[in-house]
C-alpha cells in the first residue's frame, strides 16, 4: 500500500512538473503563473494524446505508449524550460513559497482522502462497480471507445475521458486496478483542492493588486485560497446542523413534519452525538423533494463534493472538477487580457479560442453536464470584453450581442471538431427540454442547500444594488444582457405554460417564487458585465459573473429539465447544482475579501449590518463542519477495520475463489476477449462483478443501467433468455455452438451463478471444456477454439 501510494504520487508530481513550463506561459498573466493548474493540465494532455492514438489507430494503447507520451510532455516542458529559463528560475526563487504552499494542499488533500479510503476501500455500493467497470475496460482498450464491459459487442455509450485519464496513471504505474481506483478518487480530491487554491489565490491577488503590497496580496491570496478549498471540499450542506438537533434528542416533531425530508420523520429513540440510523449521511444528498402521502412527487439529488469522496463514486460530475477549474483560470487569463478582443491580435485570439475550445470540448467529455456552465461562462466573459472595446451602452449592446454569439459558435465548433470521434460514437438518452409545473423547491430546501452561501451572495448583491443606485463605477450601462440572462429562461417558461394551459396565477407564483434568485442573478450580471470600478478590473468582474452563473444553474431547474429516463428533474438538479457549488466555493473567499474591504469605507449602519452576516456566516459555517466528522466517523465505522486500498479486498476475504479468478483474467487474458457469467442486478456489486473487474465484456450485466445510457432497451433483447440457455443447457454441441457464435472465451461459474440459475448450472461445462478450479468451488471455463 505504501509504496503504490509513493509510486502513484511520484508519477503526478513527474507529470506535473513537466507542465509547469507550459503552465507558465499560458497563464503568465496569473500571480501563481498557473503553477496550481499544471497537474490538471498534465493529465488532460496525455488524456487527450492516448485518445486520440487509439481512436485513430496511431499507436496501440499500451504501458509503453503511455510512457512515451509521458515522455514527449516532458520534452515539450524542458524545452519550454530552455526558452524560459530565466524566467523560471526567478519565479521560484521568489515565490518559493506560494509554490510549496500549493504542493502542501495537493499532497494534503490526497493524503486526507487517501487514509480514508484506506478505512473505507470496498467497491461495493451505488455507482461505485459502474466506475470501476469503466475504468476497467478503458484499461484494456486497445482502441477507443472502449468496449462496454456490460454488453458485449457494443461500445461504451457514456462519457468516458475521466476513466480514460486514470487508466493511463493505472497503465504506467502498473499498480491492479482495485488499488487504482482508490489512488485515482484520492487523486481528483487533491487535483481538485490545488485548482480551487490557485484560482482564488489568483483572483484574490489580482483584486487587490492596486491596492495593496505584494506581502498583504500573498498573504490574502493563501487565506482566500485555503478557505475556498474549505468551501469546495470539507464542508456539507446545511442538514448536518438539523441532524445534530435530532442526533441530541431535540423534540420538534411539528417540525421535523414540515421539514419533510425522508428518514427524518421520527425522532431518534436515544440521544447521541452522532446519528445511529442506518446511512444517515446519505440523506444529504437528497433534500430537495416534496412529500404527499408518503410518496415522493420530486425525488432529487443534492449531492456536493464531501459527499461524493465519502461515497466513494469516481463518477464523471466528481472528475470534472478540476477541469472545470482549469478552464476558469483560462478565462480568468481572457478577462485580464485586453488583447484578445483587438482586431490586430488575431493571431493571439486564434490561439486562445482554440486552446480554450480544447479545454472546453476535454471538460465536456469527462462530464457532458458541464457544457450548460462552461458554454455560459465563457459566452459572459467575451461579452464583456467586446463590450469594454465596443464602449458600454444600450447602443452598442447589439453590436456585442453579435460578436459574442460568433465566438460562441467558434468556441463550440472547435471543441466538437476536436472531440468529434466521441460525439460519432456517442448515445445520448436525453430525449429533449421537460418544463417544470409542479412541485418545485421549497424555500426552506434552499436555505439548506444554499443557505451557507446565499448569505456572502446576497450581500454582495446589495453592495451591488447600492453601487447601481448610486451609480458608482457605471459606464453608460446596457442591462440588454443582464435582463435576457436573468428573465430570459422565465419567459420561455411561461410562454410554454400558457401554451399547455397553465392558468396565469401559476405563472405568477412562479415569477414570484424565482424571484429572489433573479433578482441577485440580475445584479450579478450588471456588475459583472458592464460596471465595476474599473472597466477592465477582469477579476473583480469574472468573481460578479460567476456568482451570477451559479445562480442562473440552481434557478433554471425550477422551469426547465433535461428528459431522461426518469423523465424527472433528478439529475438536473444534481449536476446543475454540483456545478453551481464549485463555483460558489471559488468565489465566495472573493466575496467576503471584497466586501469586508467596501465595508470598512462605509457608513457605521452598513458596517454593523455587514459584520452581523459575517456572523451568521461563520455561524453555519462552524455548523456545516459537523457533518464530515460525523459521516466519517459513522462510515469508517470509526477507523476500527484494517486499512488496505484494495477495493475488492471483501471479495478477496469471503470469495476467494473469484478473487483468484479475477487475478487470473488480470494476467492471461487477452485483451480481446468475452466472458460469460450470471446477468447482473442493478446496485447489487456481487453481480456482474467478474466483468466490471476485468473490464472484459460479458453478455449482458447490469441491465437498467444498460437502458439509461442508451435510452432503449432493443440492444438488450433476447440476450436474458440466451445467457439462461447456456447455463441451463443439456445438449454440448449447441452449447459449443452458442458460446463460438457469441465469440465467448471464458465462462464464469460460481455462487453468483449456481444463485440465479440453479445448483446444476454448468452441469455440461465439464464436459465441453477445459477450467480452472479455484477456492470453494469456483471455476473458470475456457471456451476451445472451433
Known sequence: ???????????????????????????????????????????????????????????????????????????????????????????????????????????????????????????????????????????????????????????????????????????????????????????????????????????????????????????????????????ALCISNLLGIIEFMRAIGIKAQGFFDWLQIKGMEMPIAESSLIPTDHWWWWRSSRVIDTIKDGQSLDYTITEFPFFSYLLGDMHPHLMAVPFLVLTLGTLCVVAMQDGVFKRKSWRYDLSVLVFLSWLIGGTIFVNTWEAAGLFLLCSLVYYRGLSIHEGFGTSSAPVSLAKMALALCAVAIVAILLYIPFYLDFDSQASGIGFVIDPVTRYMHWAIV???????????????????????????????????????????????????????????????????????????????????????????????????????????????????????????????????????????????????????????????????????????????????????????????????????????RDYPGEYQAIVWLWGNAEKDSRILEAIGSDYDAATSRVSAATGIPTLLGWQGHEIQWRGTSNPLAGRAELVEAMYTAREGSELLDALSLHEIDYVILGHQERMKYGEEAGALFDEVMTSYRFSEGFALYVVPES
Open 450 to 652: 444554499w443557505g451557507i452561501f446565499f448569505i456572502p451572495i446576497g450581500f454582495m448583491c446589495w453592495i451591488g444594488f447600492v453601487m447601481i443606485m448610486r451609480r458608482q463605477g457605471l459606464r453608460q450601462p446596457s442591462f440588454v444582457m443582464p435582463v435576457v440572462l436573468a428573465l430570459g429562461p422565465f419567459a420561455v417558461w411561461a410562454m410554454s405554460a400558457f401554451m399547455v394551459g397553465e392558468s396565469f396565477n401559476t405563472v405568477l407564483d412562479r415569477f414570484f417564487h424565482n424571484l429572489p434568485l433573479v433578482f441577485c442573478m440580475l445584479i450579478a450580471f450588471v456588475m459583472g458585465l458592464t460596471s465595476t470600478e474599473q472597466s477592465r478590473d477582469g477579476a473583480r468582474n469574472l468573481v460578479w459573473i460567476v456568482c451570477g452563473v451559479a445562480l442562473f444553474l440552481i434557478v433554471t431547474p425550477e422551469m426547465f429539465y433535461l428528459k431522461d429516463s426518469f423523465d424527472t428533474r433528478m439529475n438536473t438538479i444534481f449536476k446543475l447544482y454540483y456545478q453551481a457549488w464549485i463555483l460558489l466555493a471559488i468565489a465566495t473567499p472573493c466575496i467576503l475579501y471584497y466586501a469586508y474591504d467596501w465595508a470598512l469605507v462605509q457608513s457605521r449602519k452598513f458596517r454593523r449590518v455587514g459584520f452581523a452576516l459575517f456572523g451568521v456566516f461563520g455561524v453555519l459555517l462552524i455548523g456545516s463542519l459537523y457533518y464530515p466528522v460525523g459521516s466519517i466517523l459513522t462510515k469508517s465505522e470509526n477507523f476500527a477495520n484494517n486499512p488496505t486500498l484494495n477495493g475488492l479486498n471483501h471479495v478477496k
Open 1 to 231: 500500500m505504501f509504496l503504490d501510494t509513493v509510486y502513484w504520487l511520484v508519477v503526478l508530481q513527474a507529470l506535473g512538473l513537466s507542465a509547469v513550463p507550459v503552465s507558465f506561459r499560458l497563464f503568465h498573466r496569473l500571480p501563481d503563473k498557473g503553477y496550481a493548474f499544471s497537474k490538471s493540465l498534465s493529465l488532460m494532455v496525455i488524456g487527450y494524446v492516448t485518445w486520440i492514438g487509439g481512436s485513430f489507430g496511431i499507436f496501440p494503447t499500451t504501458r509503453m505508449t503511455g510512457m512515451l507520451i509521458v515522455l514527449g510532455l516532458g520534452l515539450i516542458g524542458a524545452a519550454t524550460f530552455l526558452v524560459d529559463k530565466t524566467r523560471l528560475v526567478l519565479y521560484f526563487k521568489t515565490r518559493w513559497r506560494s509554490v510549496a504552499l500549493t504542493e502542501t494542499v495537493f499532497v494534503g488533500s490526497f493524503l486526507f482522502w487517501l487514509l480514508y479510503r484506506a478505512f473505507d476501500p470496498l467497491i461495493v455500493s451505488t455507482e461505485a462497480p459502474m466506475d470501476f467497470a469503466f475504468l476497467n475496460a478503458s484499461l484494456i482498450a486497445e482502441s477507443f471507445p472502449p468496449r462496454d464491459p456490460w454488453l458485449a459487442g457494443y461500445s461504451v455509450s457514456y462519457y468516458y475521458f475521466g476513466y480514460l485519464i486514470i487508466s493511463v496513471v493505472t497503465e504506467i504505474t502498473g499498480i491492479i486496478p482495485p488499488v487504482a481506483y482508490n489512488l485515482g478518487l484520492a487523486s481528483f480530491a487533491g487535483l481538485t483542492s490545488v485548482s480551487v487554491f490557485g484560482l482564488c489565490l489568483n483572483l484574490t491577488s489580482l483584486i487587490g493588486k492596486r491596492r495593496l503590497s505584494r506581502q498583504r496580496r500573498n498573504t490574502n491570496g493563501y487565506l482566500a485560497g485555503l478557505f475556498g478549498v474549505m468551501l
